[in-house]
Every structure is written in structure tokens, then in C-alpha cells.
């Protein structure tokens, strides 16, 4: 039998797929920007004033930094926490229960592997840009600006990715939208109180110690803090070797449970 | 030109646990026809469509579509082939022109004729004067007209419509009747299900009728007819317990009856000589067939 079909054959995770997804998040995000930006950049920055400035009457020095700049460091995490991981969760969730919208997708020629991939990437990019936000209120409080600063958003381009592969994850895990709560409650919390954001960790307990060092915030926290205030070269290596473990180990997590979710 | 059919499969089976959704289903779409896909609620029509994208993968069987194998070369199938599904998954937020745009970069359009693809698109649709609209102020139809443009926007060879008129009123159905004739005039290939008869029988050079996951049969809506209906049908009205009688009595004689709901219809009233009282003849239609063909009980 003949054939008229074109013999280039589509490979995995081709950046014409990739890009397609992005595109649409793009696109998409025109229309909703205002309201994600808001709470992205809002949240974390009132976390910073309330505890920069609230603590740090009681407290003026943590760890040998003035406390408005350690919060307002750590709270780079927490940025990047709540701009990934809740979009994620949510969004995946919406598109594929509500809208419908992976039906779409997945009748083109992309598939459930570059899908997770692209929302992954939309998703970080924009935890990395948002993630700076309390920095840079943090400099109008009289942070001192530095190279090292260049760095943050990559940290939280990372950090965001491993979130919001976790974030997709877990919507492709739970059957219904409320169940989200157990994740919030005994996930989401713990890791974002737990992760010397507005303490530091090494006033905790031996085991609670220990317990951080599998918090990816934590790595992004230690991170960011040094990428403004001076790197430790080796240890920092190391957080960075563990978020892109994390990272990259949520990501085919997510395409696994995802591929389950949306191929019968 | 070659005749790569676009669509063969062969003995597909798809079960959800105990629920064997296809089973055994033969389906074939000759390249630039348009096939109808009948069957009552819970034929497996759905199923079918979703291992036609390979969003469903096959427990056994061959599926083939415009020559490449399921579900190892969906994708390239895919590339060249539009959906139109059931649900509208439009992004409601979006202009008509932007939901265009996002689907002719999915299915990769390349970047100097996606503007002219968006514009064709448009027109097709006769959506040009609300190019600028957002999709979720637009009306029932012209959202359904919107969802078809959207599958068209790179020029598949074949297009899927799951159920393309559902729950649209007339005015709307026929609007869309003509822009499929339109498509099939040009010689895309389109695999339609549906469960309006009447659908199938005006748009569908052939039609292939399914219950319980398989073909039960397959043939032009003309010659489909002759063969289970006959030219006639007769049609005997009257309480219950007097339809029963009537059933009896054809079947005893060796006809195809079905219910109508109000009435006993014998199929090949031509060749009926019995005396069934009161009753008046038609003309056989697709109705008659699938009614016949696919049972009497609604799954």
C-alpha cells in the first residue's frame, strides 16, 4: 500500500508542542494577569511587612542580618511557593475537570508528557519573576542591592518548576477540588513555615533540623539568602543539586500520574 | 493520487473493567467520504472517537488512520486531523480571532501562513464579523460554528465531530449541515457520530451503526434502508394492548417490525398483504433501520 504521509517522524517533547502549550498560556494570561499578579506579589509582601516589621520590633537581628532583611529574603520562597504550586494545583485542575481544555490539547499533535512539560515551564518562569517581588520591596526598605541578586529569579525558576510539577501532580492525584485542603494543610503549610523563612532553622530541634534539609523551600531560602548577602560555594552547590532532584523527579511524576489521568 | 483509507480499523476492543465499551469494531472511512457513526446512548461511539486521538488506547485491534498506526504514531495522525468535540472546550475568555491563533500554532500551521489560516478560518465559520468577540459572548450556534473553525484552521485531511449538533435548534443544525457539505464538497474526510438519523442521512455517504461496541452494519443510508426497511413501511396505531397483537401478528408472518412509541411500524410494507386495519403507509427511512437494528430498549 502506498502512502501520501509525510515520513518525518514527530519525536518526545518537541519545542513546537512545548511552545503551542505556551502560547495558549500566554494568550490566556492576558486576560487574567491583574488577579494572579495581585495575589502573587500582594500575599508575600504582606507576610513580609506584617512579620519584618511586626517581629522586628521585638527582634532586630536574626543570624547576624537586620530581621526586615532576612524576612524579606526568605519571603522570596513564599512567593515563589504560592505563585506555583497553587496555579498549578488549581489551574491543572479547572483545565482538565472544568474547561476541558486538555481534551483540546491532547487532540492536537501534543502529547501528555510535552503538555506537563509546557504548563511546568509557563508556571516557574512566572515563579521566578514573581518571586523577586519581596526582594525588591525589601530594597525599598533599605536591603542593600548586589550581584548576586541576578541569581534569584533562576532560583525560582527552579524552585517553581519542582512546584508546579508537584502542584500538577497533585491535581491529577485527588478526585475532587476539595481534597486540595489536605494537601494545603498537611503539605503546603508545614514546608512553608519549616523552611527558616521568618526563623531560622537551626534554633529547631535536632530531628526538625534534619527534616528541613528535605524541604525544597528551605534550599530555595538558604539560596536566595546567599545569593544576596555572599554565596558558600560548596553547600550551595548542594541546595541547588537537591531542588533540580526535586524538580526533576516531581516532573516525571507528574507526566506519569498525568498521562494515567488524561489517556484511558 | 493513493487510497490510503482514512480510517481502518480492525477488530478494536476497548473495556473498562467488566464494560467492554468497543468490542470487536470494524470502521472504515474511505479517503474523502463522510461516514456517519450511529448508535443508541452507550454504543461506544464516544470510545471510538478517543482512540481515534489516541486519548483512549486499544485493549486489542488495529486502528489506522490516514496510514499511521495507533496508538505508536498518533501524533503525525493527529497533525492531520481535526476534532470536534462534543463538550466546548473553547477558552471562553479569549477572542474568536485568539482561540483561532492558539489552535493554529497547536497544530503547528507554520508562522507565515498563520494569519491567512485565522482569516480562512473565519470565513468558513462566517465568524469574520466577530473576529473580535470573546467566545463566551457569543450564541450557542455560533460557538459550535466556532469550535468546527477551530478544527479546520490547518486544513486536516480528516475531521472527527462528536455529536456536532447536539442540543442546537433547527436554524443552527442546518447552518452547520451546510458547512459540513461544504467540507465534504472539498474533499476532507470526515467520521461523524451523531444520533440524529436525519443527520446522518443527509450528510453521510455511508453510515455504519453500532450497539454495544461493534458494527452491526455498514452501507450507503439508501442501501441501508432497501436492505433492513424495504420502500415502505406500514404503520398501525392504536392502544396497547392492540400493538402487541399487531407485533404478533407480523412477526408470525415473518416482518421486521419496531415501536415507534405510538405505533407498530412493519418494515417492506410492500410486500406486506395482511390485513393489520387501520394503519398508513411511508416511506421507509434510516430511523427504521437503526431502530431496528439497535433494539428497542434505551441503555
Redesign the interface.
Known sequence: MSTTAPTKRLRRLEGAAIGGVVFREVVNFGSYWKATTFSSTVEPTIYLLAFGFGFGTLVSEVGGFDYVDFVGTGTVATAVLFSSAFPAMFGTFVKHRFQRTYDAILAAPVDVEELVTAEALWIALRAGVYGCTPMLVAIAFGLDPSVGMLLVPLVGFVTGFGFACFGILVAALVSAIENFNYIVSAVLTPLFLVAGTFFPIDGLPGWAQVLAEFNPLHHCVELVRHCVFGFEPGTDLLRLLALLVFALGLWRLAIIRMQKRLID | ??T?PAIALRGVV?A?GALRAVDGLDLDVPEGSCVGLLGPNGAGKS?TM?LL?????ADAGELRV???ELPG?S??A???MG?V?Q???L????SVR?NL???A????VPKAERDAAVTRALELATLTDRADARADELSGGMRRRLLIA?ALVHRPRLVLMDEPTVGLDPQVRQELWALIARLRSEGTSILMSTHYIDEAERLADSVTIMSHGKAVSVGAPGALIAEHAGREVLEVYGPPVRLAEVEAQARTAGHATRRTGTSVAIMKAEHVDGDYGEGHRRAANLEDVFVHLTGEEIA
Do not use: C, H
Not at chain 2, 486521538?53 to 488506547?57: G, Y
Open positions: 493520487m493513493s490510503v476497548k473498562y470510545t478517543k486521538t489516541a486519548q483512549a488506547i490516514l496510514g499511521f504514531e501524533k503525525q493527529r497533525a492531520e476534532v468535540p463538550l466546548d472546550n477558552d471562553t475568555t479569549l485568539d491563533r492558539v489552535f500554532r497547536l497544530y503547528r477551530r
